[in-house]
C-alpha cells in the first residue's frame, strides 16, 4: 500500500487564492470593462451596451486564464487588479463626462 503524502498548506492556499482571484477578480475586472465600453464606445447607447456585455466573456476568460498562468498568486492578483483599477477609472472619467 502506498502512502499518500498530502499537499502543503501553502500550495493549497495558494492555488485558493488564485481560484478567488479568477471568480472574484475576474469578475469584477469584466464588468468594469463592460461598462467602460458602454460609456466609451462612440455607437448608439443600446449598441454600445450589447458590444460592452457581450466582451465582458472575454475579459472574464482572460483573467481567469492569467491567475493560472503566473507563477505565484501575487502575479495573478496584481495582474487582475491593476487592469480593474485602470477601467475603474476610466468609468469614473467617463460618469463624470457624461454628466457634466
Keep these: 500500500m ?3 503524502t498530502a499537499l502543503p498548506l ?12 479568477a471568480v472574484i477578480g475576474g469578475y469584477l475586472m469584466a464588468s468594469l470593462a463592460a461598462i467602460c465600453l458602454a460609456l466609451w464606445l462612440p455607437t448608439s447607447r443600446a449598441d454600445a451596451v450589447v458590444t460592452g456585455m457581450m466582451s ?3 475579459f472574464y476568460l482572460l483573467a481567469v486564464l492569467w491567475c493560472f498562468a503566473c507563477r505565484t498568486a501575487w502575479r495573478a492578483w496584481a495582474g487582475v487588479m491593476l487592469p480593474s483599477a485602470l477601467f475603474a477609472t476610466l468609468a469614473g472619467v467617463g460618469f463624470w ?4
Design 2 to 4: 502506498k502512502s499518500k
Design 10 to 21: 501553502s500550495y493549497r492556499l495558494a492555488v485558493t487564492s488564485r481560484v478567488l482571484a
Design 97 to 100: 463626462v457624461a454628466h457634466t
Design 56 to 58: 465582458s466573456f472575454v
